[in-house]
């Protein structure tokens, strides 16, 4: 039985309320990743969006287990989720 893999989207593109499941990172930036990851975000955590800020989207907030964290945009653009179609 194989399993169903959902579509694959950065985190800054998910709407308020939804949820998606860390599929990985896609920053070529080897130092925000160990940030992210020193943070709490590793693969097959779920995050749910929160709230984001009124100039730009920025920040967004995050809820990982939880924990409710305020990214930047960049952060969250390089934090790949999984969600389901």
């Avoid at 579509?7 to 499941?21: A, M, P, T």
């Avoid at 992210?36 to 920040?59: K, M, N, S």
Wanted: aromatic share 2%; hydrophobic share 40%.
């Amino acid at each position: 039985m194989s399993a169903t893999v959902g579509k694959i989207v950065e985190l800054n593109s998910l709407d308020l309320g939804q949820l998606g499941r860390v599929a990985g990172f896609s920053s070529e930036d080897g130092e925000l990743e160990t940030k992210l990851r020193e943070i709490g975000f590793a693969e097959g955590d779920e995050v749910e969006v929160l709230h984001r800020g009124p100039v730009g989207g920025t920040p967004v907030s995050v809820r990982l287990a939880r924990t409710i964290i305020a990214l930047r945009r960049k952060e969250a653009a390089a934090i790949l989720v999984e969600i389901e179609e």
